[in-house]
């Protein structure tokens, strides 16, 4: 399995600014993944990274409200970025680890934001 | 589109009862099937991981069936204790091609009595 650590555990922000989230694995990984759960609601993928080249956004989500970096094989950037109380949500990021039963997907504690 | 959806969305059982969680899927095109618990306020814990060639996987207290052609899974849990209230989901990976690509249904609030 993989162990995931997210910075940070959660954040009250203002409206109008931005925040970094960080998200380490403790395995080199090809794609890590970026999903939101607002509240009441189950999750929703916003991206997917991969090292060395830019994310990849599914529908609903751009690079300017949510820019992603992947500088290495364990680590990825999530920002929020102008935030509006919209964005209150908690944020996970996940991986996939490729055992003998199949693929499967951990996910981080996730990253629990209010805003203001 | 893949829509997954759980049934019930919440349910509260005594102490020592088994459990049944249901979800269903409607492309039954899928590469696998997750379930999850998930606590309050916190990150998801992988449960079982069932393959779209297997019909069930067993891990203590939980088994996981899988009916691709009807788009169903179940998940038991037998013997019911009140560390196992918590919020189950279930997640389908459509194909090879979606590598991480979860649909996750919306999820079954459990609580367990004392």
């Known amino acids: 399995s993989a162990v995931i650590s997210q910075k940070p555990s959660r954040d009250i922000c203002q409206r109008g600014t931005s925040l970094t989230i960080q998200c380490q694995v403790d395995?080199?990984?090809?794609?890590m993944f970026w999903y939101r759960q607002q509240p009441g609601q189950s999750l929703t993928l916003i991206a997917t990274a991969n090292q060395g080249s830019e994310a990849t956004y599914e529908s609903g989500f751009v690079i300017d409200k949510f820019p992603i970096s992947r500088p290495n094989l364990t680590f990825s950037t999530l920002t929020v970025s102008n935030m509006s109380p919209e964005d209150s949500s908690i944020y996970l990021c996940?991986?996939?680890?490729?055992?003998?039963?199949?693929?499967?997907?951990?996910f981080g504690p996730g990253t629990r934001l209010t805003v203001t | 589109k893949q829509e997954v959806t759980q049934i019930p969305a919440a349910l509260s059982v005594p102490e020592g009862e088994n459990l049944v969680l249901n979800c269903s899927f409607t492309?039954?095109?899928?590469?696998?099937l997750q379930w999850f618990r998930q606590d309050p306020g916190k990150g998801l814990t992988s449960l079982l991981l069932?393959?779209?060639?297997?019909r069930e996987q067993t891990s203590g207290r939980l088994n996981a069936s899988l009916d691709k052609s009807s788009g169903r899974s179940t998940l038991y849990i037998a013997a019911s204790q009140p560390g196992d209230s918590a919020t189950y989901l279930c997640a389908v990976q459509k194909t090879t091609d979606s590598w991480g690509k979860l649909q996750f249904g919306a999820g079954t609030q459990v609580v367990v009595t004392p």
């Open positions: 395995s080199q990984v090809t794609m």
């Open positions: 069932i393959q779209s060639s297997q």
């Open positions: 996940s991986v996939e680890a490729f055992r003998t039963s199949g693929t499967e997907q951990y």
């Open positions: 492309d039954s095109a899928i590469y696998n």
